[in-house]
């Protein structure tokens, strides 16, 4: 029987990196597969891990309808044993709905990748609806790790550097932070939750750190 499976962690837990590996796991045994992500950090229809593999896939943008699409393919003579899906958290509450129709009515195996929460620690909404309906969830076990050495659980969103706690919830950026950013460019930090209620960054804890302490008699 096939099945709708969910794979998540917080960024730099492998996510693209299993997914791509699956894909040619099951490519390797002569199956057939299709490639979809949305926002990803390398740019439109590419699945990127950060370990630096890459692979052109299917874009899918709010509109896409994952049932027509699949229906339409298989009527004009396609094979398709498995979909993989990554930044699955992205996917609106429809297109999850269809990946588990497609499961159920046509026996087409179907992984997906995504984070659980936004920067606001609320989930996503592709993410919800998978933990509703897949059929496993599963949380990856390369652990990513916050600053502290702590195993990270949150995404913190940063602008210049700031964490930020409000704003769109899709905004494209990546975990590496560049010295040279423009201001205004976002990047992400992985964080416990700890660290993450008390919004202290790796910057902002090296900061706290090399501030003079004040003599007692202060």
Known sequence: MAELRFYTGPMDSGKSTLALQTDHNRAARGL???????HD???VAQVSSRLGLTREAIEVPADFDFWHYTVDALTHGARIDYFICDEAQFYTTRQIDDLAKIVDELQIDVYCFGILTDFRTKLFEGSQRLVELADS???LQVEALCWCGKRATHQARLEDGIMV???DVIVVGDTDADPGALPGEVTYEVLCRQHHRRQ????RAKAVSLTAEPLPFA
Not at 32 to 38: K, S, Y
Not at 200 to 203: D, M, P, Q, R
């Open 32 to 38: 057939a597969g299709r490639l979809f992500t949305v």
């Open 137 to 139: 969830t599963q949380l």
């Open 200 to 203: 202290l960054t790796a910057g």
């Open 41 to 43: 950090r390398a740019g």
């Open 165 to 167: 706690t409000e704003g």
